[in-house]
């Protein structure tokens, strides 16, 4: 039984219509890489997945361990095991990451039937979580990434990550704004997250990344589909001839065919 | 006089209906305010007859007086002859024998508060007579202040047992002529409380009206004084975070303190008087007069206050920093939603010399509500060495509520430090989102995100009640971020 099942997903934004059919299926410990030009709805995807309502979903269905994962809100989602690490993570002045992170990890216990953890258990239990993203406990005393650089930001999502033992975890450009001490850094610690009963859907716009986690499964999203799929060797195929070499086109991007011969009639968008 | 004839006749034919033999004095008031109706109140109280003219004098300059119109609120205009201004005992048969009875959104409420049963049961009012293990509380709890000296009782018992202590000290710090409303409390107030700590002696526990019985059927016109006498400490709760509902829309409350040398009065306040319907229909207008007096040298007076309820609230606890080095400090936690309104700040008096005063205001407004933080800080000319902190922050949840300020700084001596910050935010629903995408609900990221806005408030309010005080701000914000 997979543990998340797309099928034909449409969704849009304001008005306009962003996904075009999704479909994608995900087992329990497998690793898909979702990599696309810009535009092309890839952090659409996870923003509906994790059930932002921004994003409206006119078509398709998404299970979730057997379950209508779009009809439950974004806290039954997040208490059922699927969390989202955010491209550009938010600021919550006032409320200090342990409070915060203590209160969604209790959450999630509480789903589980487990008893809610008091300030000292909880020191106790992130203690080792600490140690492997290299975060201080002073930046627990901090407000929720409030002057944080990106660097430590993208940290705290996997930290936050490490600690909740999430079963789906969706990784929304983590990769972006890093340098490459950072990179490996965070890529260590997803790594270590790594196992038989975490799924991982790790959406990015650079193959580099997937140099330090390596996925199972890559997938190219393009104008809102999927139009490519493939082992890990996709993603080095698109290292080497780019997404144009594959025949995918930014938004508004015009392939070579055309603009050398503009009356040849020749194929829009192709599929290599 | 037709009024009353009904009034009894209804009385009278309740009393039939239910066929019980009772000792309810059948009294009945009219409406409206009179010199006879200054002179009934007394009458019923036992008061001296200082006490009276006292009352009379006000009444009379109030009767000069108009009312205050330039706080930035609305309301219809009040009717201060279709008052009744002698609440008559509530008749236990109209009470509710059971929590069954009483409304259930209510009790929710309480269950939110996480208030015990028989707390809930005192609250409702339900007929219960044994309640009275706080009565055995409360009577343990009065003898080991006796010992200690302390006096702690309501005004009215004062008055009766230790009148030259409050005669001495009424009115000195809040004069009847000081405003409309204090001149009509002055007249007409009905109970509240008195507490005196002798010379050297610390108050080894939170005073609160819940210790003093009967405090419910009094909120009107309460009059409260609290004297600290040499190196005294008290720290004094008033109010509680049950939504309370009363038949008299009018509050007019009057709250002197005084501290003497080296003495510390701390006073919390925890409100949530009936803050009207969704519509803003109905709801309480609580205007107060509060103002402490640092008589002393090295004396200290703080003000904490938690306002969530009544329609329209309109109060300035403030200070009169008089004695040299001598301490002022307001916190104030203020919430409007729906249609609630609030023109709510303080004012610092700086006389002695060496004196200081913290300031910091934090205004919440959600729905329609609108909030105003007006406060004044004063230097008067031989006010050396003074300093002043003011903190004004505002946040705002949706687009229909608003958060005005205005800050009065008025400096007479050049060697003054003043200090004013303010700030306006809001509640992002990509916060709220965020929150959400680890397993919290709307509801409790409103809440965590509001707290950690009002932490710096909290933190001056006694323990329990600080614990109250955030659940109160959740509950009356719940639905406002949607």
Not at chain 1, 200 to 224: C, E, K, S
Request: glycine residues 8%; contains cysteine; aromatic residues 8%.
């Amino acid at each position: 039984m997979a543990l998340l099942e797309i099928k034909d997903l449409h969704a849009r934004v304001g008005d306009r219509e962003i996904l075009k059919g999704i479909d994608l299926t995900v087992n329990a410990g497998e690793v898909h890489a979702i990599m696309g030009p810009n535009g092309s709805g890839k952090s659409t995807l996870a923003q509906v997945l994790s059930g932002r309502d921004l994003y409206v979903v006119t078509g398709g269905s998404v299970t979730y361990d057997s379950k209508d994962l779009l009809e439950m809100d974004p806290e039954e989602r997040a208490r059922e095991g699927l969390f989202l690490a955010f491209q550009y993570p938010v600021e919550i002045p006032g409320v200090s990451n342990m409070y915060f992170l203590k209160a969604a990890l209790n959450q999630v216990r509480k789903r589980q039937g487990l008893e809610e953890l008091d300030a000292m258990d909880f020191l106790n239990l992130v203690r080792e979580k600490m140690k492997l993203m290299e975060m201080d406990q002073a930046l627990l005393n901090r407000p929720v990434n409030t002057g944080f650089s990106g660097g430590e930001k993208k940290r705290n999502e996997i930290f936050q990550m490490a600690v909740l033992e999430p079963r789906l975890a969706i990784l929304d450009e983590t990769d972006s704004g890093l340098d490459i001490d950072a990179l490996k850094l965070v890529a260590n610690g997803v790594n270590a997250l790594r196992g038989k009963d975490r799924s991982m859907i790790v959406v990015t716009h650079y193959q580099r990344l997937l140099n330090y986690i390596v996925p199972d499964f890559v997938h190219v999203l393009a104008d809102g589909r999927l139009v490519k799929s493939g082992g890990k060797e996709l993603a080095l195929q698109l290292e080497e001839s780019g997404y144009a070499g594959l025949g995918i086109y930014e938004e508004g991007e015009v392939p070579p065919q055309q603009t050398n011969n503009l009356f040849a009639g020749g194929p829009g968008v192709g599929k290599a | 006089m037709s009024d009353s004839t009904n009034t009894i006749e209804t009385f009278a034919n309740q009393e039939y209906k239910w066929g019980f033999v009772t000792d309810i004095e059948a009294e009945s008031i009219p409406r409206g305010l009179s010199e006879d109706v200054i002179r009934l109140i007394s009458a019923k109280k036992h008061e001296p007859e200082w006490l009276l003219e006292w009352r009379l004098k006000a009444y009379r300059h109030w009767l000069t007086m108009t009312e205050p119109t330039w706080a930035n609120v609305h309301y219809p205009a009040i009717d201060y002859q279709d008052i009744i201004y002698y609440a008559a005992p509530k008749s236990k048969k109209d009470a509710p024998k059971s929590l069954d009875e009483v409304d259930p959104e209510l009790l929710k409420t309480y269950e939110k508060l996480g208030i015990p049963l028989k707390e809930q049961e005192m609250l409702a009012g339900v007929a219960v007579d044994a309640v009275f293990d706080s009565v055995s509380v409360a009577t343990t709890f009065k003898e080991k202040l006796k010992a200690m000296g302390i006096i702690f009782c309501s005004f009215s018992e004062a008055v009766r047992e230790h009148p030259e202590l409050v005669r001495q000290y009424l009115g000195s710090v809040v004069p009847s002529s000081d405003n409309f409303f204090a001149a009509l409390n002055s007249a007409v107030f009905s109970d509240g409380s008195f507490c005196y700590v002798p010379k050297g002696v610390r108050c080894p526990m939170e005073l609160s009206t819940y210790f003093r019985i009967n405090a419910k059927d009094t909120g009107q016109f309460e009059r409260t004084l609290i004297v600290a006498d040499e190196g005294a400490y008290v720290s004094y709760l008033e109010g509680c975070t049950a939504p309370m509902r009363d038949t008299n829309q009018l509050h007019a409350a009057v709250v002197e303190l005084v501290a003497l040398d080296n003495a510390q009065i701390k006073y919390s306040t925890v409100q949530n008087w009936y803050p009207g319907d969704k519509e803003g229909r109905g709801g309480i207008y609580n205007f107060v007069t509060k103002r402490g007096a640092c008589r002393g040298v090295n004396s200290k007076i703080s003000w904490t206050q938690v306002e969530t309820g009544s329609a329209i609230t309109w109060k300035y606890p403030s200070c009169l920093l008089i004695g040299d080095h001598s301490v002022g400090e307001f916190y104030s936690v203020a919430l409007t939603n729906n249609y609630q309104q609030a023109d709510t700040g303080t004012k610092m008096i700086h006389i002695g010399k060496n004196t200081s005063s913290t300031i910091v205001s934090k205004g919440i407004s959600a729905g329609h509500g609108q909030n105003t933080y007006r406060g004044g800080v004063k230097i008067l000319k031989g006010a050396t060495g003074a300093r002043n902190y003011s903190q004004c922050d505002s946040m705002l949840l949706g687009d229909k509520c608003g958060a005005h300020t205005f800050p009065y700084l008025e400096v007479k001596n050049t060697s003054s430090t003043v200090e004013h910050e303010a700030s306006t935010s809001k509640i992002g629903e990509d916060q709220i989102f965020y929150c959400r995408q680890r397993g919290i609900s709307t509801e409790d990221a409103v809440s965590m995100i509001v707290h950690g806005f009002c932490k710096e408030v909290f933190r001056e309010l006694p323990m329990e009640f600080a614990v109250e005080a955030q659940k109160l701000l959740g509950v009356s914000l719940e639905g406002s971020v949607g």
